[in-house]
């Protein structure tokens, strides 16, 4: 952990402070098959990125870092130089859960919200149809209660997302037609698509 946080703040100065800190719990099982590393359940998975985000920010921004943690101790460690961004570089995390989302309205600065992944690693174009708008802002909502819950301030939490299509389309004729030859792939309607978070059709 120490490793981490010690390489994120030398390449944080190294790019004069355009650094982003993105982590996550991991969510493509077979690598960590490929890499011999077990594969916890997403309950501890979750409770281990907490556990380094908090490591992690005591590391950059306190001169002195003890953690006796269920994952990671420390005794008095230290971490020079600081990042060049104060307190610390942006931290990004991502997802949907509202166990990542629980974390992330204590840790992160942006959220990047995408559809469920899930335990096989890839984002099936059935999970993509139920991120819908109306979806998205219910987890945004809840992302910014548990940050006030927490005594943060949501609405500074930036949020983000994938788009997994952009089309230009010509005329507004031209954008309907798209949205109908492509609503059935996204298992949505029309409509539907054209207000879907994750695709930008006109």
């Not at 507004?172 to 879907?196: C, D, I, R, V, Y």
């Given at each position: 952990?120490?490793?981490?946080?010690?390489?994120?703040?030398?390449?944080?100065?190294?790019?004069?402070?355009?650094?982003?800190?993105?982590?996550?719990?991991?969510?493509?099982?077979?690598?960590?098959?490929m890499t011999d590393i077990?594969?916890?359940?997403?309950?501890?998975?979750?409770?281990?990125?907490?556990?380094?985000?908090?490591?992690?920010?005591?590391?950059?921004?306190?001169?002195?870092?003890?953690v006796a943690g269920e994952?990671?101790?420390?005794?008095?460690?230290?971490?020079?130089?600081?990042?060049?961004?104060?307190?610390?570089?942006?931290?990004?995390?991502?997802?949907?859960?509202?166990?990542?989302?629980?974390?992330?309205?204590?840790?992160?600065?942006?959220?990047?919200?995408?559809?469920?992944?899930?335990?096989?690693?890839?984002?099936?174009?059935?999970?993509?149809?139920?991120?819908?708008?109306?979806?998205?802002?219910?987890?945004?909502?809840?992302?910014?209660?548990?940050?006030?819950?927490?005594?943060?301030?949501?609405?500074?939490?930036?949020?983000?997302?994938?788009?997994?299509?952009?089309?230009?389309?010509?005329?507004?004729?031209?954008t309907q037609a798209t949205?109908?030859?492509?609503?059935?792939?996204?298992?949505?309607?029309?409509?539907?698509?054209?207000?879907?978070?994750?695709?930008?059709?006109?």
């Amino acid at each position: 952990m120490n490793f981490v946080a010690e390489g994120v703040a030398a390449r944080n100065r190294l790019s004069d402070g355009r650094l982003f800190a993105g982590l996550g719990t991991g969510w493509t099982e077979r690598e960590f098959k490929m890499t011999d590393i077990s594969f916890p359940d997403i309950g501890t998975r979750l409770r281990m990125l907490d556990e380094a985000l908090t490591c992690i920010r005591s590391l950059w921004t306190n001169e002195h870092t003890t953690v006796a943690g269920e994952f990671y101790q420390f005794n008095e460690s230290i971490l020079w130089p600081k990042p060049v961004q104060q307190p610390h570089p942006p931290i990004l995390l991502g997802g949907g859960g509202k166990g990542l989302l629980r974390v992330a309205a204590k840790h992160a600065d942006i959220v990047n919200i995408i559809s469920d992944a899930g335990k096989p690693g890839y984002i099936k174009l059935a999970n993509v149809a139920k991120l819908t708008d109306e979806n998205f802002q219910a987890k945004v909502k809840f992302l910014r209660q548990e940050a006030a819950r927490l005594g943060r301030d949501g609405s500074k939490i930036r949020i983000s997302n994938v788009i997994f299509s952009v089309i230009l389309t010509n005329s507004a004729a031209e954008t309907q037609a798209t949205a109908e030859g492509m609503a059935p792939m996204f298992n949505t309607s029309p409509e539907g698509l054209l207000h879907s978070p994750l695709s930008l059709i006109g």
